[in-house]
């Protein structure tokens, strides 16, 4: 890892900088913010664009963080290996006793790894991504391979963010506000944003290249969890036959990934030595966000986004 880092210390000394969430500082890199020094960072960003090799069978999902990584991991976990588990007891299912981030990887994580947990060699490779599309390995946009993004409200990403910065901040520096927060949030500076230029971009191609790119939101896959979990599986190339949808295979895997299910096997434990397998689960709903923000910053956050998203189909109940 220390490799990795000193490769780039160069480059990250000529980087703008701004306060961090979690780690002291955010540097812009390609028009987006990063942290330093970690596993997920500016420098993996950049090792990954000079080595990071796509074959076009991967599948990947992208997200900025706190939009419902672990539940769309888990998802397409479950999805491409339905027929790998499905004759074997429930109970050996990785996703009953291990974290989503061990079954599907993040791409920034596996450039200090050499084998990834559950990767079955006659299945496509699934990796998960933070890095905006912009920033995106080339060989990745150029492989042709599939993509599903998964985008969440703004309010509830900033107000869940919040929650994690906070579990997760280094030592060495304070506890952030939540005015903090919101202030960061809003001029866009939080790990890979601003929010918005990260779902525009991902948006984009979605509808360029529907065949590659999946569009989701957190909260289509609350409202109807099943119905987007068949159309999930579909683009990921393992539809559900109707004798499986029959025998209730879509229900099965809509409840091994439910939040009940996930929290309670990652109630104890740790993902990393610095990071709790239970601070990826917290309420797991939608709107929590009216109960942190003051009308007056709801209104701000409603105006970055309807002038952000104009002429766009992505929407929320905007209150103002
Ligand atoms: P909250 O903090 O609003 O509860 P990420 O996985 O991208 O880090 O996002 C974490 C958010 O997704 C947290 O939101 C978490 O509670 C929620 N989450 C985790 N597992 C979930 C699941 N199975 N279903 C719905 N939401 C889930």
Request: net charge neutral; proline share 5%; charged share 25%.
């Amino acid at each position: 890892m220390t490799l990795v880092f000193n490769r780039y210390k160069d480059r990250l000394a000529t980087l703008p900088k701004e306060k961090g969430w979690i780690t002291e500082n955010l540097y812009m890199y390609q028009g987006f913010w990063h942290q330093s020094s970690r596993r997920i960072s500016v420098e993996t960003v950049m090792a990954l664009q000079d080595t990071f090799e796509a074959h076009p069978t991967d599948i990947y999902l992208a997200t900025l963080p706190k939009s419902g990584t672990t539940w769309l991991k888990a998802l397409m976990f479950a999805l491409v290996n339905k027929n790998r588990y499905k004759h074997n007891r429930l109970s050996t299912h990785p996703l009953l006793v291990s974290n989503p981030h061990d079954c599907l990887p993040f791409i920034e994580t596996e450039i200090y790894r050499n084998t990834p947990t559950y990767i079955d060699p006659h299945s496509p490779r699934l990796f998960a991504t933070h890095i905006p599309y912009t920033s995106l390995p080339r060989s990745i946009i150029n492989s042709g391979c599939r993509v599903v993004y998964l985008c969440r409200n703004p309010k509830d990403v900033l107000v869940s963010m919040f929650h994690f910065a906070n579990k997760l901040r280094e030592k060495s520096c304070d506890v952030m506000t939540f005015e903090e927060t919101f202030e960061l949030f809003s001029r866009g500076v939080m790990p890979t944003g601003p929010y918005w230029d990260h779902v525009k971009e991902y948006h984009k191609v979605s509808v360029d290249h529907p065949d590659n790119v999946l569009f989701l939101t957190y909260e289509d896959m609350k409202k109807d969890t099943t119905n987007n979990v068949k159309r999930l599986a579909e683009f990921l190339g393992y539809p559900f036959t109707k004798k499986e949808e029959a025998e209730g295979a879509v229900q099965g895997i809509v409840e091994l990934c439910s939040f009940q299910s996930l929290s309670e096997v990652n109630k104890h434990g740790n993902l990393r030595e610095d990071i709790r397998n239970h601070a990826f689960f917290r309420e797991g709903k939608v709107g929590d966000w009216t109960n942190h923000l003051t009308d007056e910053m709801s209104c701000v956050l409603d105006e970055i986004t309807k002038e952000k998203f104009y002429g766009l189909d992505i929407s929320w109940d905007l209150s103002c």
